[in-house]
């Protein structure tokens, strides 16, 4: 049998396609078995990380803010929180209530105070010249009193001398020695010395009735005066505790700061509207180091810890634009509040960073949780939708 006739050109043709056909095979496999290798050690070998968003995120200051609150109610008089962010020193008055009625009662009260400290100088003037007037008039009634008693023992003495005569007079007359007449003389003598005796006697003990009777009155009029003294010194006293007290409420209704830093909220008031007793007017934030509060859903318990890294995305400034800042978890809660677990992170300023570093700015947190193989990816997102179907199955 005759085969059928082929030029030489094409049969030569026909065997190279051949040839390279089978050649460009092996190649194909090759490359598709490199491929192949290569992603199946990407799936096994390769970690990728796993990260966690948190729900919501606030770069604060170390120290928390100090909220200032009213200690009590009334009308605003004066407003010295001009601006947000505005730096305050500790004791700075950031509002002042209306203390008219209380200064109106302390001019009141220290005219009283004018008029007693009128009353009592006069008063103890006059008290010590009464006290120097019943001394004097003390000594002066003892010395007429001395005197007295002084007259009275001379006339006691001259009385009992001449009572002597008279009756030596009587015995003379029995003797015939002296007349009637001279003994009746020196009876009647005698007896006026008695008399008298007994009169200055009776001015004597008069003379101390009057000085006792004097002095008790002097001492009653002292006793008066020296009462009134204490009445106003107390009322003066009473007067100067009132002031204090009521310096004391004004001073009560000047609302301070009670630390440096800076104003981070504030109450919008105007002079002449109302507060009420514990009525926040500001936050003042104190000096420190930034740091960043973040909540996160409490699938993330046990999964984020410290020593993590993050990156923080403030709301305010897009990270395609200024980028982010770095992270670092610090402390973790161990239980959720509200459904949000918090979490506490230092975070690193970048110098370069436009973006300001300052208290309340809020934003977003990504934290790296952790770094797997794609293939663990694959295998847990496996497990859980075994796992939710074998629950909607059951």
Not at 141 to 166: C, M, P, S, V
Not at 339 to 368: K, Y
């Amino acid at each position: 049998m005759s085969r059928p006739f082929m030029p030489a050109g094409f049969s030569r043709s026909i065997h190279v396609i051949a040839t390279d056909g089978h050649r460009g095979s092996i190649a194909g496999a090759a490359i598709g078995a490199l491929l192949l290798g290569g992603w199946l050690a990407w799936f096994f070998l390769a970690r990728v990380g796993q990260y966690e968003a948190s729900v919501s995120a606030r770069l604060e200051v170390g120290q928390a803010a100090h909220r200032v609150e009213a200690p009590l109610g009334g009308r605003v008089a004066a407003v010295r929180l001009d601006l947000l962010g505005a730096e305050v020193a500790a004791g700075d008055v950031l509002v002042e209530l209306d203390v008219e009625p209380l200064r109106r009662d302390i001019d009141d009260k220290r005219a009283r105070l004018s008029a007693i400290a009128g009353q009592m100088g006069p008063l103890r003037a006059e008290i010590a010249a009464r006290s120097q007037a019943l001394r004097d008039g003390a000594e002066a009634a003892r010395a007429r009193i001395d005197e007295a008693k002084a007259r009275l023992k001379e006339a006691e003495a001259g009385a009992r001398f001449q009572e002597l005569e008279a009756a030596r007079a009587v015995r003379l007359r029995q003797d015939g020695l002296v007349s009637e007449a001279e003994a009746a003389r020196l009876a009647a003598e005698a007896l006026s010395r008695r008399s008298a005796t007994e009169a200055l006697d009776r001015a004597a003990a008069r003379a101390d009735v009057e000085r006792r009777t004097g002095q008790s009155e002097q001492q009653a009029e002292l006793a008066r005066l020296d009462r009134e003294a204490a009445s106003l010194e107390g009322e003066r006293l009473v007067l100067e505790a009132t002031i204090e007290g009521l310096l004391a409420e004004i001073e009560r209704r000047k609302i301070r700061s009670p630390i440096a830093g800076r104003v981070g909220e504030i109450t919008v008031l105007r002079a002449g509207s109302f507060v009420r007793e514990g009525d926040v007017v500001a936050a003042v934030v104190p000096p420190g180091e930034l740091r960043v509060i973040a909540e996160f859903p409490p699938s993330s318990v046990g999964r984020i810890r410290a020593g993590q890294a993050g990156r923080l995305r403030l709301d305010a400034f897009p990270w395609t634009e200024y980028g982010t800042l770095a992270t670092t978890v610090e402390r973790v809660a161990s239980e959720a509040q509200e459904g949000r677990i918090r979490v506490e992170l230092g975070v690193r300023p970048d110098p370069a960073s436009p973006i300001p570093m300052q208290h309340g700015l809020p934003g977003n947190v990504v934290i790296e949780m952790e770094r797997v193989s794609p293939a663990s990816l694959v295998l847990r997102a496996a497990g859980q939708i075994v796992r939710v179907r074998g629950g909607a199955d059951g």
